[in-house]
């Protein structure tokens, strides 16, 4: 899976959450569970969090093996 700021969160912790959650929760989101979180794309979740979104796209990308 190739992760974009326009992929879902959910379908990134549907396709390999153990290496995709500890990025989001160390970004500060701790809700991963919640309708909201799994709908929102990774670029939504970095601009309400404050995070360089380049930068956690690089890091899931990298933990998924891309």
């Given at each position: 899976m190739k992760v974009t700021v326009d992929t879902i969160i959910g379908d990134i912790?549907?396709?390999n959450g153990e290496a995709a959650a500890p990025i989001?929760?160390?970004m500060g989101m701790h809700c991963?569970?919640?309708?909201?979180?799994r709908g929102e794309s990774v670029g939504q979740a970095c601009m309400v969090h404050?995070?360089?979104a380049d930068e956690i796209v690089e890091?899931?990308?990298?933990?998924l093996g891309n």
């Open positions: 912790l549907d396709f989001f929760l160390g991963l569970g919640c309708p909201s979180a404050s995070v360089d890091q899931l990308n990298k933990a």
